[in-house]
């Protein structure tokens, strides 16, 4: 395997900007780790015809003495959420298969103008509807630690990717924790900004209360720098925050190096006991406190009495905003057509969508109209933003008493490809510790906490800040990171299985 793939995305861009590296070697590099098994994982939908163009450019620019950003010339792959004027943009649906978008999401555009070079588009859980990219219409992708285990969704192809040295550096988005849940499975660090930080305009829309984008990366440090690149106020999104943000790299490199876990108050919600979760993941989670108690933490218990409804309100707040915003795919103006010979607008419509969607889509769209039809909307749609507001509520009273908030990242590791495909209710319960987070808008991080005992697969655990708090995260985050890399002896990804010639150690199997 190139020593270039296996740098993280800071120690690559030091090296692009004392020349010791060219964007064009680096972006080379990538392109042939794609090459070499993407075959096998299946990360990538679409590899950009234009990466090399696009890394040249950097060189050039670099060359004549420009001045240029922390990041440039560092590779980056995009979810096919994300809309993109040089690459098909198809949300992981044949309903959207090759539309070419006519401008770029403002988080590519501003990646592109940072001089990060697009790899190309990630596979993803059609609409981003799913907790394993098993969803996506063009076949489901592998977890590089087990190519027969899912890498989580709906974000799994921009983890996968960043997991297998594939790209330093990727952009996800996270309605339900379709960042973090992936990063936990990946043994990757996955960000929920802020709901508002990054701007969603160019996302195709899932949920539009809940999505987030936000950076997929193998340290907290590329986390932060992505986050750098891409946050901030878009006046093309009515939802963005006018906020200043404060450096993001500034404070994980601070909590790298600094004694932010001294004093530091974590809370533990009461209200999830060991006994939900797979006794590997609560195992590591523990040594993960016990790691934060020892450099000076306070462990506190909170509680927070209505999380336990949090998945129940988000599977009829999301279906219903989906069913809404998937309206726009009616065959009329974009996308897939089918033509029906006599038909009425209607009759095409109803063929279109019935060959476009696949069965997650359709699933959500008719539990999310039922749920906003005439007679069921405050029964259903309008109880479960009541819940929305008392989880909020829940948020508050905890972040009067400590700094962050704990808890395992995702129930289990990696489950089996096909395990759960036919038990909807069982695939969204992965979402369990993540949801939360994006009915209050309160940001999240997962970072690596160890390998499960039971089955040697990678765990995480998730820290949740108040609103416009993410600063705190990546303090905490960074600081807790580098004290299990030491403790390792080296990243998590280091210590991936080698037997029969891994794709971590290079070689498809």
Do not use: C
């Not at 992981?92 to 990060?116: H, K, Q, W």
């Not at 006794?279 to 218990?301: C, D, H, K, N, W």
């Not at 319960?429 to 697969?457: E, R």
């Amino acid at each position: 395997m190139s020593d270039i793939i296996r740098l993280t995305a800071a120690d690559l861009a030091e090296k692009l900007s004392e020349g010791e590296i060219s964007s064009v070697e680096a972006t080379q590099a990538h392109l042939d780790r794609i090459a070499e098994v993407d075959g096998d994982v299946h990360a990538f939908l679409h590899v950009s015809d234009h990466a090399l163009e696009a890394a040249e450019a950097v060189d050039r620019r670099r060359a004549a003495g420009e001045e240029l950003g922390p990041v440039a010339g560092v590779p980056l792959a995009i979810k096919d959420v994300l809309v993109t004027t040089d690459m098909p943009s198809t949300s992981g649906s044949r309903i959207l298969e090759g539309y070419m978008s006519p401008f770029d999401a403002t988080v590519v555009a501003r990646a592109r103008a940072a001089g990060l070079v697009p790899l190309g588009k990630t596979n993803m859980d059609e609409f981003a509807m799913g907790s394993s990219t098993e969803h996506s219409a063009y076949g489901p992708t592998r977890n590089p630690w087990d190519l027969d285990r899912i890498p989580g969704g709906s974000g799994g192809g921009s983890a996968a990717a960043v997991a297998a040295f594939e790209a330093p550096l990727a952009l996800g988005s996270d309605t339900g924790g379709s960042i973090r849940q992936p990063a936990h499975v990946t043994g990757t660090v996955g960000v929920k900004p802020t709901y508002g930080g990054v701007s969603r305009y160019g996302a195709i829309a899932l949920a539009s209360s809940l999505d987030q984008i936000g950076p997929v990366t193998r340290t907290v440090l590329d986390s932060a720098l992505l986050h750098d690149v891409v946050g901030g106020h878009d006046p093309h999104d009515a939802t963005s925050l006018a906020d200043a943000w404060p450096s993001f790299a500034a404070a994980a490199r601070e909590g790298a190096r600094g004694d932010v876990l001294k004093g530091l108050r974590v809370g533990v919600v009461k209200e999830l006991p060991d006994s939900g979760f797979q006794p590997g993941v609560a195992e590591s989670f523990r040594a993960a406190l016990e790691t934060l108690e020892a450099q000076g933490a306070e462990i506190v218990e909170v509680s927070a009495p209505h999380f336990e409804y949090a998945v129940a309100a988000y599977y009829l707040i999301l279906p219903a905003e989906a069913s809404s915003n998937l309206a726009k795919f009616d065959s009329v103006r974009f996308g897939m057509r089918v033509d029906v010979p006599g038909g009425t607008v209607e009759d095409v419509m109803s063929a279109t969508r019935d060959a476009g969607f696949g069965p997650e889509v359709k699933r959500r769209i008719i539990l999310g109209t039922y749920a906003l039809s005439a007679g069921y909307y405050d029964a259903y749609y309008g109880s479960a933003q009541k819940v929305r507001t008392l989880i909020q509520q829940d948020f508050a009273r905890a972040f009067a008493d400590v700094d962050v908030i704990a808890t395992p990242t995702a129930p289990t590791t990696a489950f089996r490809i096909g395990e759960k495909i036919d038990d909807p209710l069982s695939m969204y319960l992965n979402d369990l510790t993540t949801i939360p987070a994006n009915l209050a808008g309160v940001p999240g991080i997962s970072i690596p906490s160890g390998l499960a005992s039971d089955d040697g697969l990678p765990t995480g655990i998730q820290f949740l800040a108040p609103a416009r708090e993410d600063v705190r995260l990546y303090r905490v985050g960074a600081a807790l990171e580098a004290l299990l890399v030491d403790a390792w002896g080296g990243p998590l990804l280091d210590r991936a299985p080698r037997l029969g010639g891994s794709l971590l150690e290079g070689g498809a199997r």
